[in-house]
């Protein structure tokens, strides 16, 4: 057995111990951890999450998702409670990318939209979801030390009523970007710290701040800003006119450690600001106030044995605006594959699949925020020539759609084993309308149980017959859809496809193929 703890003296864990067995320890009950909680019981997998805050915290952190997550959101039949609690569900965002702006407002179909909502009220909901599906969340719970061995993994916990042991199959450090699990299991964690501070507040402005129609303001002693972003030698100030005033930013070169909990004050704002425009901006009544600095990192593997990583535990981004959604999908990715080894179908490696996969994306997702740091630190000419060459091709609607979809996760094609499969395969399967003997539903809502799925769009009696090997791990349906893409499809749990039938592909090369997937995916029939 390999141990690992941080407790110091074990003095107060010693003697006798309760034993709360589960299949999956989830430490942190952040986005990522309570997303994967209710995943985890989709996949019937029972979990318990252990979060060492002993209530919800406050304090502002982000303010919306966006992208591929509001998909899986539909997909799971999730998207309505969301879009309940937002206050506009649904809007194709002007998106700050390194002081530039990606405007998708213009297009029709833009390829990335945002829903604002406090990260407080994202928790709130995946809370109520995972707790409605039956999972066990416990506040006030510290993981303390962890020990596995070939067959389990095990947490020594401080909660209110002492210390305790749990045992389960598997534990997932969802703890965040300073992540104790991931200390704990020694996995390194590589990357740059950048020496600014960002400040971000939405405030009211006094009527001695005028509001210009175009959105810019006029401030006494600064005269006309330009809404977005300003650069000056001090730093950067950037604002948009809000319903209730002004939603702005400072970011400012400086090396001081902020604790996370510590709150950002009015006062530390107005100073920020002072010191990167030179002058007063007169402001009341915070709405929102938080600070963060921004961490260029990823774990080297996601998985060590028994214990994985997900969320900000495995991964630091040096921009907004992905964060939470790239945590979000690493647990459904996750979920699933935790669901066929804990059942005992999974095939060889398949939990290994995770690592390649979310690791895979995790780099798409710091190779456009380290794009955003280049944009954003350069004070030369050299550096303001870079930003003006790439605002003039965000002209160009092709090179904006490209941008949108590398900052949604929208391009993600996971690298899957036969490089000549089907264009499909690795991709997010599109939602189709599909006609039925039933009615008419979509794939969205074939995927609100996170099963995964044989989908016949072109009544292939030959491929469902071997599908039907499988039955017990996989649903299989027939529909039909205008321009199917594929006569059948082979959908995972994570809405993801692992194998697609050419339109008119002879049987003996789809039937192999789709053989090999079902085999590759969901285990020995």
Same mark, same amino acid.
């Given at each position: 057995?390999?141990?690992?703890?941080?407790?110091?003296?074990?003095?107060?864990?010693? $003697?006798?111990?309760?034993?709360?067995?589960?299949?999956?320890?989830?430490?942190?009950?952040? =986005?990522? %951890?309570?997303?994967?909680?209710?995943?985890?019981?989709?996949?019937?997998?029972?979990?318990?999450?252990?979060?060492?805050? =002993?209530?919800?915290?406050?304090?502002?952190?982000?303010?919306?998702?966006? $992208?591929?997550?509001?998909?899986?959101?539909?997909?799971?039949?999730?998207?309505?409670?969301?879009?309940?609690?937002?206050?506009?569900?649904?809007?194709?965002?002007?998106?700050?990318?390194?002081?530039?702006?990606?405007?998708?407002?213009?297009?029709?179909?833009?390829?990335?939209?945002?829903?604002?909502?406090?990260?407080?009220?994202?928790?709130?909901?995946?809370?109520?979801?995972?707790?409605?599906?039956?999972?066990?969340?416990?506040?006030?719970?510290?993981?303390?030390?962890?020990?596995?061995?070939?067959?389990?993994?095990?947490?020594?916990?401080?909660?209110?009523?002492?210390?305790?042991?749990?045992?389960?199959?598997?534990?997932?450090?969802?703890?965040?970007?300073?992540?104790?699990?991931?200390?704990?299991?020694?996995?390194?964690?590589?990357?740059?710290?950048?020496?600014?501070?960002?400040?971000?507040? +939405?405030?009211?402005?006094?009527?001695?701040?005028?509001? &210009?129609?175009?959105?810019?303001?006029?401030?006494?002693?600064?005269?006309?800003?330009?809404?977005?972003?300003?650069?000056?030698?001090?730093?950067?100030?950037? !604002?948009?006119?809000?319903?209730?005033?002004?939603?702005?930013?400072?970011?400012?070169?400086?090396?001081?450690?902020?604790?996370?909990?510590?709150?950002?004050?009015?006062?530390?704002?107005?100073?920020?600001?002072?010191?990167?425009?030179?002058?007063?901006?007169?402001?009341?009544?915070?709405?929102?106030?938080?600070?963060?600095?921004?961490?260029?990192?990823?774990?080297?593997?996601?998985?060590?044995?028994?214990?994985?990583?997900? %969320?900000?535990?495995?991964?630091?981004?040096?921009?907004?605006?992905?964060?939470?959604?790239?945590?979000?999908?690493?647990?459904?990715?996750?979920?699933?594959?935790?669901?066929?080894?804990?059942?005992?179908?999974?095939?060889?490696?398949?939990?290994?699949?995770?690592?390649?996969?979310?690791?895979?994306?995790?780099?798409?997702?710091?190779?456009?925020?380290?794009?955003?740091?280049?944009?954003?630190?350069?004070?030369?000419?050299?550096?303001?020539?870079?930003?003006?060459? !790439? +605002?003039?091709?965000?002209?160009?609607?092709?090179?904006?759609?490209?941008?949108?979809?590398?900052?949604?996760?929208?391009?993600?094609?996971?690298?899957?084993?036969?490089?000549?499969?089907?264009?499909?395969?690795?991709? !997010?399967?599109?939602?189709?309308?599909?006609?039925?003997? +039933?009615?008419?539903?979509?794939?969205?809502?074939?995927?609100?149980?996170?099963?995964?799925?044989?989908?016949? &769009?072109?009544?292939?009696?030959?491929?469902?017959?071997?599908?039907?090997?499988?039955?017990?791990?996989?649903?299989?349906?027939?529909?039909?859809?205008?321009?199917?893409?594929?006569?059948?499809?082979?959908?995972?749990?994570?809405?993801?496809?692992?194998?697609?039938?050419?339109?008119?592909?002879?049987?003996?090369?789809?039937?192999?193929?789709?053989?090999?997937?079902?085999?590759?995916?969901?285990?020995?029939?």
């Amino acid at each position: 057995m390999r141990v690992v703890d941080d407790r110091g003296s074990d003095e107060g864990l010693r $003697g006798e111990r309760q034993v709360l067995d589960t299949e999956v320890i989830i430490v942190g009950a952040g =986005p990522a %951890g309570l997303m994967l909680a209710g995943e985890l019981r989709l996949a019937g997998v029972r979990s318990l999450v252990l979060e060492r805050h =002993p209530q919800p915290r406050d304090t502002p952190k982000a303010s919306g998702i966006g $992208g591929r997550i509001l998909h899986l959101l539909r997909y799971r039949g999730m998207l309505d409670r969301f879009e309940a609690a937002s206050s506009d569900p649904d809007i194709a965002p002007r998106f700050p990318f390194g002081t530039l702006e990606l405007d998708f407002t213009q297009l029709a179909d833009p390829p990335m939209r945002a829903m604002p909502l406090p990260q407080r009220e994202i928790e709130r909901l995946l809370d109520e979801r995972a707790s409605e599906l039956g999972a066990d969340i416990r506040r006030g719970h510290e993981v303390v030390g962890v020990s596995q061995d070939d067959a389990t993994v095990t947490a020594d916990v401080r909660g209110p009523d002492g210390p305790y042991r749990v045992t389960a199959r598997y534990l997932v450090g969802c703890d965040g970007g300073r992540s104790r699990i991931r200390d704990l299991a020694g996995i390194p964690f590589p990357g740059t710290t950048y020496p600014e501070v960002n400040r971000l507040a +939405q405030v009211t402005v006094p009527d001695s701040v005028t509001v &210009l129609d175009n959105g810019d303001i006029d401030v006494p002693g600064l005269g006309r800003i330009h809404a977005g972003f300003t650069r000056t030698d001090r730093g950067v100030f950037a !604002f948009a006119v809000a319903d209730r005033g002004l939603s702005l930013m400072t970011t400012e070169n400086e090396s001081t450690e902020y604790d996370d909990d510590e709150p950002l004050t009015l006062t530390e704002l107005a100073d920020s600001v002072r010191r990167v425009l030179g002058a007063d901006l007169p402001m009341t009544d915070p709405i929102r106030l938080s600070r963060f600095t921004f961490k260029d990192r990823q774990a080297e593997r996601y998985r060590d044995g028994r214990i994985l990583l997900a %969320g900000d535990a495995a991964h630091l981004l040096p921009a907004t605006g992905a964060a939470i959604n790239l945590g979000m999908l690493d647990t459904v990715n996750l979920a699933w594959k935790l669901g066929a080894d804990i059942h005992g179908w999974a095939p060889t490696g398949l939990l290994d699949t995770y690592h390649d996969e979310r690791h895979f994306a995790g780099a798409r997702a710091l190779l456009q925020t380290r794009a955003q740091v280049a944009l954003r630190r350069g004070h030369d000419s050299a550096a303001e020539a870079l930003r003006e060459v !790439f +605002q003039e091709l965000l002209v160009d609607e092709p090179a904006l759609r490209r941008m949108g979809a590398l900052v949604g996760g929208t391009d993600i094609r996971y690298p899957l084993p036969n490089p000549n499969q089907h264009a499909l395969t690795g991709t !997010f399967a599109p939602d189709l309308t599909l006609y039925t003997d +039933q009615g008419t539903t979509s794939v969205a809502e074939l995927m609100h149980t996170a099963r995964p799925i044989l989908l016949d &769009l072109a009544d292939r009696p030959e491929l469902r017959e071997i599908a039907r090997d499988w039955q017990h791990r996989i649903d299989i349906r027939t529909a039909k859809t205008d321009q199917r893409p594929a006569d059948a499809l082979l959908i995972r749990p994570d809405a993801h496809i692992a194998w697609a039938a050419t339109i008119d592909e002879p049987t003996d090369t789809a039937a192999l193929a789709l053989r090999e997937a079902l085999t590759h995916w969901f285990g020995t029939p």
